[in-house]
């Protein structure tokens, strides 16, 4: 989908986050098998993560990642991934 944008997203713990995106869906999204990757390496460390903003639609870090909507948009939300 183009055009999608992250509108609002917020910290719950670890390296999830709930995303709100410009379609008005919600999504819940741990990215922490992306931090262990070496270009994100710089992410690591709950302090540093935590402390994204959003910025042309992506989530973003004072250091220079981020995450686009568009792949955001595309990973599996958690809730559908939990078995109860």
């Not at 869906?25 to 709950?46: C, D, H, W, Y």
């Not at 910025?55 to 909507?69: K, Q």
Request: charged share 25%; aromatic share 14%.
């Amino acid at each position: 989908m183009n055009n999608i944008k992250v509108t609002k997203a917020s910290y719950i713990s670890d390296y999830t986050v709930n995303l709100v995106f410009s379609t008005n869906e919600k999504m819940t999204v741990n990215l922490q098998r992306f931090i262990e990757k070496p270009e994100f390496s710089a992410l690591k460390g709950q302090e540093v993560f935590k402390d994204f903003r959003i910025e042309d639609g992506n989530l973003v870090w004072e250091n220079g990642a981020h995450f686009a909507a568009e792949f955001l948009y595309g990973l599996p939300n958690e809730t559908e991934l939990s078995c109860s």
